[in-house]
């Protein structure tokens, strides 16, 4: 829970306002994007997912520089991902 | 792929290795805490320590939700659990979590409903998809955490789910990090803040560190090269005489956090007058509580709690770990009685607590009988 994970903004999710679709790990997940109000954001920008929320904007660098660091994690990560997986928020 | 060169880049971790070395005065030792689970997981996992030179210790801190998480709120949690028409959900690294009657995981196999869930907004969704059964978020976290725990409650709020109700267990790391200042056991010349914490507070509340306690602190990305990037700003800051708070994870973190965060918390939750940490006993002003508004969320108020206050288990060193006055290894029961499978302590539940770091990464030969923390507890193999 306490992992930070970089996904890329798809677009709006449908549904609730806050909702937008990012792709996490190869994933397409609805992530709520309600904490980056008043911010810029565009397909193809890169956010920090955590527990469901993108927590902060980040450049396409970090967020490479993130997922290598994860994926160096392994269970930790996997529980993670796993997780976010079988997750499917409204 | 800039970024990935540069901070997988084996030359800049031995440079910075090498300008650390140069920057400690001889005779001298240091002792920075990091107060992050996750800078002590990326410290043991990469054998960090072993790039240090003897004269610096990193001492581990309180950082990680699961393990401060006292016996009795977990107790409390599995009686609700076992109220008629409850289904509790909480986050997969709590499931281990003993408390004084078990963890959620006993809990389940007797059992109780109990789901573990990604994000808080699992759980008010369960909550609208069973309007006959009362649904519980137990939400635990720092201020990483308790900022989407605001935002599910103003979403259940505005949609009226009145099925939905959170125990809250929000810690905040500023009182903490003052407690462990304050503690006479402990010498430390100065902090590697955390860096997810602070992309919600931002740097501002640690500046009492660098003011009155003339400690600096140096906000720090999770890569192994962060970290030594931010021993090297530490040592830069002593060796010219200042304190201050400085930033070194900016690519995430900005110096004013997230309002949009601060303010969901604001609206949603108040200050605790203290809470129960684990190991560190009481601390005042230190955790979350709903606010009145939100009381019919407020899972303390919807069901009777027996609130019954369990000490930790004689043989759990725990608050020594977290307050970095133990290595892991010094503690009686690690890796005998108390292992990531039957956990004694919270430290060796999570991934990022300092028992089970070191118990999945340590390899290093330790040296138990050299003296207290702060000195150099590590002999290279
Ligand atoms: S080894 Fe177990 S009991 Fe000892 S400090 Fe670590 S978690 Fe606590």
């Known amino acids: 829970m306490c992992l930070g994970i970089p996904g890329e903004l798809v677009g709006p999710a449908g549904g609730h306002d806050d909702l937008a679709l990012v792709e996490v790990s190869g994933v397409r997940r609805?992530?709520?994007?309600?904490?980056?109000?008043?911010?810029?954001?565009?397909?193809?920008?890169?956010?920090?997912?955590?527990?469901?929320?993108?927590?902060?904007?980040?450049?396409?660098?970090?967020?490479?520089?993130?997922?290598?660091?994860?994926?160096?994690?392994?269970?930790?990560?996997?529980?993670?991902?796993?997780?976010?997986?079988?997750?499917?928020?409204? | 792929?800039?970024?990935?060169?540069?901070?997988?880049?084996?030359?800049?971790?031995?440079?910075?290795?090498?300008?650390?070395?140069?920057?400690?005065?001889?005779?001298?030792?240091?002792?920075?805490?990091?107060?992050?689970?996750?800078?002590?997981?990326?410290?043991?996992?990469?054998?960090?320590?072993?790039?240090?030179?003897?004269?610096?210790?990193?001492?581990?801190?309180?950082?990680?939700?699961?393990?401060?998480?006292?016996?009795?709120?977990?107790?409390?949690?599995?009686?609700?659990?076992?109220?008629?028409?409850?289904?509790?959900?909480?986050?997969?690294?709590?499931?281990?979590?003993?408390?004084?009657?078990?963890?959620?995981?006993?809990?389940?196999?007797?059992?109780?409903?109990?789901?573990?869930?990604?994000?808080?907004l699992d759980a008010l969704k369960i909550a609208k998809e069973n309007p006959d059964r009362r649904v519980v978020f137990m939400a635990i976290g720092f201020e990483t955490t308790a900022p989407s725990t605001a935002m599910t409650v103003l979403r259940a709020a505005a949609e009226g789910v009145p099925n939905f109700s959170v125990f809250c267990n929000h810690v905040m790391i500023i009182p903490a990090i003052k407690a462990i200042l304050d503690s006479p056991d402990l010498r430390l010349d100065g902090f590697i803040g955390p860096g997810h914490v602070s992309a919600v507070i931002g740097c501002e509340p640690y500046a009492f560190i660098a003011r009155d306690y003339r400690k600096p602190l140096v906000v720090a990305g999770f890569e192994p090269v962060d970290i030594l990037t931010s021993v090297h700003m530490l040592l830069g800051q002593l060796a010219e005489g200042r304190c201050e708070v400085e930033n070194q994870y900016a690519r995430v973190v900005p110096w004013q956090g997230n309002p949009v965060a601060l303010e969901a918390i604001g609206r949603v939750m108040r200050l605790r007058p203290h809470f129960e940490w684990r190991g560190l006993g009481f601390i005042a002003h230190s955790a979350l509580a709903m606010a009145e508004e939100y009381a019919a969320f407020d899972a303390e108020r919807v069901f009777d709690l027996p609130g019954i206050r369990v000490a930790d288990p004689r043989s759990c060193q725990c608050g020594e770990v977290l307050k970095g006055v133990l290595k892991p290894w010094e503690c009686k029961v690690f890796g005998t009685a108390c292992t990531p499978e039957t956990p004694i302590g919270t430290c060796m539940v999570s991934s990022e607590g300092a028992c089970a770091a070191y118990y999945n990464f340590g390899r290093f030969t330790r040296d138990r009988t050299r003296g207290p923390a702060g000195e150099r507890e590590v002999s290279r193999a």
């Not at chain 2, 002792?31 to 997981?41: D, L, P, R, S």
């Not at chain 2, 997969?92 to 809990?107: E, H, I, K, Q």
């Open chain 2, 1 to 120: 792929m800039r970024f990935v060169d540069e901070y997988r880049d084996a030359d800049r971790a031995r440079a910075l290795a090498a300008g650390i070395a140069a920057r400690c005065r001889p005779g001298r030792t240091y002792a920075f805490m990091e107060v992050c689970g996750g800078h002590t997981h990326t410290i043991y996992k990469h054998g960090l320590e072993d790039h240090l030179p003897p004269e610096v210790s990193l001492v581990h801190g309180p950082g990680c939700p699961v393990c401060v998480i006292p016996m009795g709120r977990v107790d409390d949690a599995t009686h609700i659990a076992g109220q008629p028409g409850v289904i509790m959900t909480s986050f997969g690294d709590l499931l281990r979590v003993p408390g004084g009657t078990g963890s959620f995981l006993g809990a389940k196999a007797a059992g109780a409903d109990i789901r573990m869930v990604y994000s808080p």
């Open chain 1, 30 to 90: 609805r992530v709520n994007i309600g904490l980056l109000e008043g911010q810029e954001l565009n397909p193809g920008d890169w956010v920090l997912v955590h527990v469901g929320f993108a927590l902060s904007k980040i450049s396409e660098d970090e967020a490479q520089a993130v997922l290598a660091y994860l994926e160096g994690l392994g269970q930790p990560y996997e529980d993670e991902i796993d997780a976010l997986r079988a997750s499917d928020i409204t």
